[in-house]
């Protein structure tokens, strides 16, 4: 660690690192709002001066609607905020009655012009914010303005438009600084020329721009600790030999290549890589000596291709790659392509995350490189297999997700289980594990979380339980006192043993997705210490929940059920899922009873009778929970479905259902009396029609 730099302080195992440590003011769109909030609400406790509020030195003057830097404010003001004005040009003349400004803030204007003498008295100011202005206009006036502040150590000149040529003009001459915020502007390409006068430079963000190459850019800057490149358009990073660098951000750019300089025999001080979202197809070829140790690499395409290094059938294979940049010069960096033994000095490395790749398989040796490695990250990739011995995972291993890939076999002997002590989260969920080594998980003397769901992995009675098998198809979970979180969703579990359970303290257990589970009493040695119980989609039915009196968090969607278990009354439950059950109302006493505790509660996919409604108003009238998904709840009424919250449109008002019944009544009287309407005009018909018959046609003819 760099002590001069406190900056950098918690550069170790943070995820965010990189990103939100350099001083000068962030300005996004919400902060927006959030300084407006700010000044709105503390505008009473504060002295004003036109428009401005004071505190202290400090002058805020944001979203005043100002077109030029405010007279009048004191002598001595050191920092000004004048952001979300509406200044267009800043004059000569305007800032000369302040010449102890320290900071000042312009984000967010519609700045054109810095004139060139407008910074000719502030001798003392060190950071300037000039985020989200227009300065792509006249930047050879305004760089002529910026040559005049010999304390300024922090620029933000973030969205600004600005294109490569102006960049370098507005950063002529300014080897004070020392952050520097250029993210989000137009710059396609870096080269000696770009930064060549920040010898201080310690952190550059150049997110977000459209770089396709950086050619030689910071040779002059021999302090620079932090770069940022995310969002760019880079297509490789090679001969990378910024050996001061300790964090380097590349994610999200179209890098098929990273090579570090391999003939530098020094040792690079990069704590931090992060390359994910890329086209890496190659694990990084990182310096041979560094001190990595976070490395990010997930949403690449890498694998590893140690099956094709000295193999004989690969004759006409290239084994060097060329790269070629703009300016015609060409670089052979030779890399010695399928020999996986040189991915560098990974010895140091704590982090390594390389979700979503298409590793099939760990070079020999390569785990055994990390002997500090506490997280590693493998989930959607295509491990196939994962031998603990031959690997031989360091004893600070903390966190192993090897989740979503396609693990048909695990092996492992006692011996290397039981150092792995520091095992605490272990997810092998959505594999194609059907045995799995006996004791595999009683051997972890620290785990906490296991996560087996979607494998064909059952949970073992007593019985099977000693046998002397080195692989089971089942597991024992007894007396493993670390666990507290267990997943066994879709496991294809047919029966849980009744004690086996038994000895283990879990708060948190998942059995969702195993339709028609035979549980017996096995949750009954869990009634103590269960706070979250996944059963959706297991079929149960008459479920006794009453000992379970911690149980905050409950799922008991897709069950069929066609009432709540009384029995969750009795507890303090908080959230509650019932989802794709049968129900098709909720008794009002239930309603009040459950409406009182809950925080969350999920109802939708039942059946719901739009005439008995009243539990819905009374979960709507309680403040203190909420339904999710409440406008899709819906409910039929006797003719077609609807939102249950639009109850104005059900055609069931007070007393409607015995309207219903009265129809169904009135229905077979009316229809009777139409029946013996009938029989009755049928009975007559044949005397009326002869009647009439005679009456037309038998007539005594006149002819
Ligand atoms: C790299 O930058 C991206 C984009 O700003 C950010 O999401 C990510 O967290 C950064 N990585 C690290 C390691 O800080
Ligand atoms: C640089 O500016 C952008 C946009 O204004 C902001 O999102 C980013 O966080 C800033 N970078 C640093 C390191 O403060
Ligand atoms: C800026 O730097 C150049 C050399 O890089 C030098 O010739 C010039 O005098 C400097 N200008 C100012 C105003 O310092
Ligand atoms: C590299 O440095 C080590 C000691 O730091 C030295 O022994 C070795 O000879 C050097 N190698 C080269 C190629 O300079
Ligand atoms: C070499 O190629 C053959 C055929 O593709 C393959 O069976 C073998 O595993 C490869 N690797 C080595 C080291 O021989
Ligand atoms: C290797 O390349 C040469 C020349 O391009 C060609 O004649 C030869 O057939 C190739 N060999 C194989 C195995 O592809
Ligand atoms: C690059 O390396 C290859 C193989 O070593 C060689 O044939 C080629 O001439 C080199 N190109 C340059 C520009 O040095
Ligand atoms: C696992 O690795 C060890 C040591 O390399 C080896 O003896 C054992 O046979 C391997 N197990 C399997 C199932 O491949
Ligand atoms: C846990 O890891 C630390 C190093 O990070 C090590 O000192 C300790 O011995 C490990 N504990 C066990 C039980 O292996
Ligand atoms: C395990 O991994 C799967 C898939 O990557 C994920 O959905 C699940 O939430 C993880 N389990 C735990 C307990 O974190
Ligand atoms: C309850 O379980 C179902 C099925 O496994 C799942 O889809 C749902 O997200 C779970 N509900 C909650 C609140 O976690």
Request: aromatic content about 8%.
């Amino acid at each position: 660690m760099d002590n001069e730099q406190p900056w950098l302080g918690k550069s170790t195992h943070n995820h965010q690192e990189g990103n939100d440590k350099m001083p000068v003011h962030r300005l996004t769109p919400l902060l927006c709002l959030v300084s407006i909030w700010r000044i709105l609400t503390t505008v009473s406790s504060h002295p004003h001066l036109g428009p401005c509020q004071l505190i202290q030195r400090t002058a805020l003057c944001n979203n005043r609607k100002l077109s030029s830097v405010p007279e009048g404010l004191p002598d001595n003001t050191e920092e000004l905020q004048l952001n979300y004005n509406d200044i267009v040009t800043l004059q000569n003349e305007s800032l000369l009655r302040y010449p102890s400004l320290t900071t000042l803030s312009l984000a967010c204007n519609s700045l054109e012009k810095l004139e060139s003498n407008t910074f000719q008295d502030s001798k003392s100011l060190e950071s300037l914010n000039l985020a989200n202005n227009n300065l792509n206009r006249n930047y050879q006036e305004s760089s002529l303005a910026l040559k005049n502040l010999p304390a300024l150590r922090f620029l933000d000149l973030s969205e600004n438009k600005l294109e490569d040529d102006m960049a370098s003009t507005l950063l002529q001459n300014l080897t004070s600084m020392e952050y520097l915020n250029l993210s989000g502007n137009f710059l396609k390409r870096l080269d000696e020329t770009s930064f060549r006068d920040l010898l201080h430079l310690k952190e550059l963000d150049l997110q977000r721009n459209l770089m396709f190459e950086i050619d030689g850019a910071f040779e002059s800057n021999p302090n620079l600790r932090r770069l940022n490149l995310a969002f760019n358009y880079l297509p490789c990073l090679t001969d990378f030999h910024m050996t001061q660098l300790v964090v380097l951000n590349a994610s999200h750019n179209f890098i098929e290549w990273f090579i570090s300089s391999q003939d530098l025999n020094e040792t690079f001080q990069l704590e931090t890589l992060d390359l994910s979202d890329n086209k890496l197809i190659f694990f990084p070829f990182l310096p041979s000596q560094s001190k990595l140790r976070n490395l990010y690499l997930s949403h690449n395409t890498l694998r590893f291709y140690e099956h094709l290094s000295d193999n004989a059938t690969l004759p006409n294979s290239s084994t060097t790659v060329e790269f070629y940049n703009i300016n015609k010069d060409l670089h052979n960096v030779t890399a010695q392509l399928w020999d996986d033994s040189l991915h560098g000095d990974i010895s140091a490395l704590e982090i390594l995350d390389l979700t979503a790749n298409k590793v099939e398989y760990f070079p020999q040796g390569f785990i055994r490189k990390m002997p500090v490695l506490s997280r590693l990250h493998m989930n959607t990739n295509c491990l196939e297999t994962l031998n603990f011995t031959s690997e031989n995972f360091s004893c600070s291993l903390y966190e192993l997700d090897v989740s979503n890939n396609r693990l048909n076999q695990i092996s492992a002997d006692i011996h290397t289980l039981a150092a792995l002590g520091n095992l605490t989260y272990f997810n092998l969920s959505r594999n194609d594990l059907k045995m799995i080594p006996f004791g595999l998980f009683s051997s972890l003397s620290n785990i906490r979380s296991v996560d087996l769901s979607y494998n064909s992995i059952g949970v073992c009675s007593t019985k099977t339980a000693t046998s002397t098998n080195a692989f089971s198809d089942c597991v024992n979970w007894q007396n493993i006192v670390s666990l507290r979180q267990l997943h066994v969703k879709g496991c294809n579990l047919q029966m849980i043993p009744a004690s086996s359970f038994a000895g283990l303290l879990l708060t948190h257990l998942e059995l969702s997705d195993n339709p028609g589970v035979i549980m017996r009493d096995s949750l009954q040695s869990l009634s103590q210490t269960l706070q979250y119980l996944g059963l959706g989609n297991t079929q149960i039915k008459n479920f006794d929940f009453s000992a379970f009196q911690n149980l905050k968090s409950l799922n008991l969607s897709r069950n069929s059920l066609s009432q709540i278990p009384q029995s969750l009354q009795s507890i303090d439950l908080k959230v509650l899922d019932l989802c794709d059950n049968n129900l098709t109302s909720i008794p009002s006493s239930q309603a009040h009873a459950l409406a009182s505790k809950l925080h969350t509660v999920f109802l939708t996919g039942n059946p719901f009778n739009c005439c008995q409604t009243e539990w819905f108003r009374t979960f709507d009238a309680t403040k203190t929970v909420t339904i999710i998904a409440r406008s899709e709840i819906q409910c039929r009424d006797i003719f077609q479905t609807h939102r249950i919250k639009d109850s104005q449109r059900f055609s069931c008002q007070e007393g409607s259902e015995s309207l219903f019944w009265y129809i169904l009544l009135l229905v077979p009287i009316f229809l009777s009396f139409a029946g013996m309407a009938i029989i009755v005009f049928l009975a007559f018909k044949p005397k009326l029609l002869q009647k009439s018959f005679k009456k037309k046609y038998l007539k005594p003819t006149s002819y």
